[in-house]
T-cell receptor
Framework: AQKITQTQPGMFVQEKEAVTLDCTYD???????LFWYKQPSSGEMIFLIY??????QNATEGRYSLNFQKARKSANLVISASQLGDSAMYFC????????????FGQGTRLTINP | DTGVSQDPRHKITKRGQNVTFRCDPI?????LYWYRQTLGQGPEFLTY????????KSRLLSDRFSAERPKGSFSTLEIQRTEQGDSAMYLC??????????????FGQGTRLTVV
């Protein structure tokens, strides 16, 4: 079975600072994908970044980068130059590249950016 | 097409009543998923459609829950004889079904169900 663990229930960061949100995962499948989603108070899950298990380089999307350490089974999200609008819940998720390709989510981290 | 649409956004119902939610996915997406999210938790998978076929159901989906996707377009999720434990956000997502970075699941804004 697949499992995602996010050990930080809440994070508080000053505006313009960088922040790292932790994510570890567990799977016995060799092929999988890792995702980060942002969920503002409106409820919609917004896709941020994706990392495939066979990707050689860490994924980057604008201010978001994924620190993928396969041997340690970690996929931390790094947000550079944080903004007030980054305040939200952040979820790490894993998808096994077979069958339904459903997402398995962690419990999330609530990020608060202080002015 | 502006994204995945869910209706209603909020639903308050009395225990024992039936409720039905609708999801309109992104038009070219062949895969459709339903997830349930309770307060303080991440979303949990409920069921999955590829086109009109329901191919996987979670054990979370009790006999009181049924989902359909006629003609492979919109989908409905019905809960019969609602219980207070059904109170949650119900999220719908769709994807193109091709693995890799281009096939991330796009989510709707969810339907928040409150059973009183």
């Amino acid at each position: 079975a697949q499992k995602i663990t996010q050990t930080q229930p809440g994070m508080f960061v000053q505006e313009k600072e960088a922040v790292t949100l932790d994510c570890t995962y567990d799977t016995s499948d060799p092929s999988y994908g890792l995702f980060w989603y942002k969920q503002p108070s409106s409820g919609e899950m917004i896709f941020l970044i994706y990392q495939g298990s066979y990707d050689q380089q860490n994924a980057t999307e604008g201010r978001y980068s994924l620190n993928f350490q396969k041997a340690r089974k970690s996929a931390n999200l790094v947000i550079s130059a944080s903004q007030l609008g980054d305040s939200a819940m952040y979820f790490c998720a894993m998808r096994v590249i077979q069958g339904a390709q459903k997402l398995v989510f962690g419990q999330g981290t609530r990020l608060t950016i202080n002015p | 097409d502006t994204g995945v649409s869910q209706d209603p956004r909020h639903k308050i119902t009395k225990r024992g009543q039936n409720v039905t939610f609708r999801c309109d996915p992104i038009s070219e997406h062949n895969r459709l998923y339903w997830y349930r999210q309770t307060l303080g938790q991440g979303p949990e998978f409920l069921t999955y459609f590829q086109n009109e076929a329901q191919l996987e159901k979670s054990r979370l989906l009790s006999d009181r829950f049924s989902a359909e996707r006629p003609k492979g377009s919109f989908s409905t999720l019905e809960i019969q004889r609602t219980e207070q434990g059904d109170s949650a956000m119900y999220l719908c997502a769709s994807s193109l079904g091709v693995t890799g970075s281009g096939s991330e699941a796009f989510f709707g804004q969810g339907t928040r169900l409150t059973v009183v």
